[in-house]
């Protein structure tokens, strides 16, 4: 299934690959932010896990994701990959 077939066939929150895979991008970025701590100062901060700030940026994998999810799923030319693709813009920059 490619392109608008899974558009139709989205059903749940579950089903939403845009959003599935920013949730996962944010879990990631921030269980790295600790380690990428420990590999700048040798020092290791648990509490970055749960902050905001630092490396990597959770806000920029989190509207990454958003849009490689929304693409996958809705395709290039579908405005809700436009969108996606601005507010990542607005982010990042």
């Not at 996962?24 to 040798?42: C, D, G, H, M, N």
């Not at 630092?54 to 799923?73: D, E, N, R």
Request: glycine share 10%; proline share 4%; charged share 10%.
């Amino acid at each position: 299934m490619m392109g608008g077939s899974l558009h139709h066939a989205s059903k749940t929150l579950g089903d939403n690959m845009g959003l599935v895979s920013a949730v996962i991008a944010v879990i990631v970025a921030q269980a790295l932010k600790p380690f990428s701590e420990w590999a700048i100062t040798r020092r290791f901060k648990p509490s970055l896990a749960v902050g905001s700030g630092g490396f990597p940026s959770s806000h920029s994998a989190l509207v990454t994701a958003l849009a490689t999810g929304a693409a996958y799923q809705v395709g290039l030319a579908d405005p809700a990959f436009a969108s996606t693709v601005v507010l990542a813009l607005v982010v990042g920059f």
